[in-house]
């Protein structure tokens, strides 16, 4: 494994596995609650961090390599490490996502429909995020990547 990708792996492992299972824990505390406001809330605290953290993984990715693409990599990672978990967590507990249709069930198309343009944008989000933290890790002093440890 290249220096490059292990930094990929590392930076876009480290920050999507906590946002899933924060975005996880959330969405199950809200479900929980059967509150549509703790939904939004959650909501409200997810998303930003959906753009943040593969920000933030692009950042350090395209510090320690000087690619920006290294930094879409890792943002992507994350976004699909995020996306992954999630659609897990809608599989496993169904009716977290008909917190918000309250007593009236939402229509099967519009289930579908709205849960993959929600699959969509965290990965265009992880995408964009790690591609722009890539860019302005670019412009910051360059630190040796670490080796793997065999």
Same mark, same amino acid.
């Given at each position: 494994?290249?220096?490059?990708?292990?930094?990929?792996?590392?930076?876009?492992? $480290? @920050?999507? %596995?906590? /946002?899933?299972?924060? +975005? =996880?824990?959330?969405?199950?505390?809200?479900? #929980? *609650?059967?509150?549509? !406001?703790?939904?939004?809330?959650?909501?409200?605290?997810?998303?930003?961090?959906?753009?943040?953290?593969? $920000? @933030?993984? %692009?950042? /350090?990715?395209?510090? +320690? =390599?000087?690619?920006?693409?290294?930094?879409? #990599? *890792?943002?992507?990672? !994350?976004?699909?490490?995020?996306?992954?978990?999630?659609?897990?967590?809608?599989?496993?507990?169904?009716?977290? @996502?008909?917190?918000?249709?309250?007593?009236?069930?939402?229509?099967?198309?519009?289930?579908?429909?709205?849960?993959?343009?929600?699959?969509?944008?965290?990965?265009?989000?992880?995408?964009?995020?790690?591609?722009?933290?890539?860019?302005?890790?670019?412009?910051?002093?360059?630190?040796?990547?670490?080796?793997?440890?065999?």
């Amino acid at each position: 494994m290249t220096p490059e990708r292990y930094s990929v792996l590392k930076w876009g492992a $480290l @920050l999507g %596995g906590p /946002l899933a299972v924060l +975005e =996880t824990l959330l969405a199950l505390l809200a479900f #929980q *609650a059967h509150n549509a !406001a703790d939904m939004a809330t959650a909501n409200c605290l997810g998303t930003p961090l959906e753009i943040v953290l593969p $920000l @933030l993984a %692009g950042l /350090l990715v395209g510090r +320690e =390599t000087g690619s920006r693409m290294r930094g879409l #990599q *890792a943002g992507l990672l !994350a976004g699909v490490i995020v996306a992954t978990v999630t659609m897990l967590t809608e599989l496993l507990a169904p009716g977290v @996502l008909n917190i918000a249709g309250g007593d009236h069930p939402i229509p099967t198309q519009d289930l579908v429909i709205g849960t993959l343009t929600e699959r969509l944008l965290t990965l265009g989000w992880g995408a964009w995020g790690g591609w722009l933290g890539g860019r302005l890790g670019m412009a910051l002093p360059q630190k040796p990547p670490q080796k793997p440890m065999r």
